[in-house]
């Protein structure tokens, strides 16, 4: 994609994000009926059987399947670091992805857990990397958002359609459920501005602790988005400008991934706050990638239920987690997996013979 103007890098956006269809409410409908005809009151698996019913719409059949799993993790440093948003210093987004690469990071545990596989992808991390990972970084990391915008609007788009080469490329060789993750120090900084921006919030509302800075720093923080934003006067209305004055090479990764995920008829589980900040970019770009998206888990992380809440989803799982790389998507796999067993392997009615609910008052 490096070698496509932005035109053409554009066109292209908007004709993926054009070919995502509306979930199949036939296989909905069929799905209903079975599990209306289970043992149990109607309705009162919850969650589980709105995911049984969405994966349905999401693959156009009655009878979804879980093939392949995998969470596409995207990692990118951020220029605004500069201005002291964080807790670590940007090294550690490189030691964190070699941490990865060996295995030995949380998101691994868990994928392990779950049968999945993390794919890591090095979308624009400051300093050189080897080994195991996706080698496609745009640039080495952002820009300080506080002087001016954080890409340019050609970065952005390369960003987007990073996530979804990566995506499009997994779903070729036969993962049907994909999770997104993110890695990058400071990235709680921009996915700060794009949830107050796209919420409509006040940057002190969504602005959290990141990794573990103290009320000094979270002042800091909050004063360094207020300033990106008065500096770059994001256009709310435009997702594309929001992501390229104020985000990150990774969130628009993730929110790439999102849209093919989308396009192709294949459910992405949204981690937590980064994650959910492309997700918003998603929805912006491409509104009815929305239907396709699996929320995982409520972060600690402030902004994250307004996100959250911005885009009507309900988190699975409260677990006080705000790790991010994709954790809480991992676990959320199981769950999704349990969906489906419960729609294939739990006895109806008739198969039980037991009564079902009376008619009568």
Do not use: W
């Amino acid at each position: 994609m490096k070698n496509l103007t932005e035109e053409q890098l554009y066109a292209k956006l908007q004709s993926l994000s054009s070919s995502i269809s509306d979930l199949d409410e036939e296989a909905m409908a069929q799905i209903q009926v079975r599990l209306d005809s289970l043992t149990k009151p109607q309705g009162s698996l919850g969650q589980l059987e709105h995911v049984a019913k969405q994966l349905g719409g999401i693959q156009r059949t009655a009878h979804p399947q879980v093939l392949k799993k995998a969470v596409l993790l995207m990692a990118g440093d951020h220029g605004v670091v500069e201005e002291g948003v964080s807790a670590f210093p940007q090294e550690v987004t490189p030691q964190m992805v070699y941490n990865i690469i060996n295995g030995g990071a949380a998101i691994n545990v868990l994928a392990r857990q779950a049968q999945a596989d993390v794919i890591c992808t090095d979308v624009g991390v400051a300093f050189p990397l080897e080994g195991d990972c996706l080698h496609k970084r745009v640039a080495d990391g952002t820009r300080n958002m506080t002087k001016g915008p954080a890409m340019t609007r050609l970065e952005a788009l390369q960003a987007l359609f990073v996530g979804a080469e990566v995506a499009e490329k997994k779903i070729e060789e036969g993962y049907n459920l994909l999770a997104t993750g993110d890695l990058g120090i400071g990235n709680t900084t921009p996915s700060s501005a794009i949830v107050a921006l796209l919420t409509n919030s006040p940057v002190e509302s969504v602005v959290g602790r990141g990794t573990g800075i103290d009320d000094a720093g979270l002042v800091r923080k909050q004063q360094v988005i207020e300033k990106a934003i008065e500096v770059n006067q994001p256009d709310v209305t435009d997702g594309l400008d929001v992501l390229m004055k104020v985000g990150g090479l990774e969130i628009a990764a993730i929110a790439g991934s999102i849209i093919q995920a989308a396009a192709s008829h294949v459910p992405v589980v949204i981690d937590g706050f980064i994650s959910t900040a492309g997700a918003l970019i998603a929805a912006k770009l491409a509104p009815k990638s929305l239907a396709y998206m699996i929320p995982s888990h409520g972060s600690v992380e402030i902004g994250h239920r307004k996100a959250l809440a911005a885009l009507k989803l309900d988190p699975v799982l409260n677990l006080n987690m705000r790790l991010g790389e994709g954790t809480g998507a991992a676990l959320t796999f199981q769950l999704v997996e349990a969906s489906l067993h419960i729609l294939y392997e739990m006895a109806t009615f008739g198969d039980a013979g037991v009564s079902e609910k009376s008619n009568e008052n």
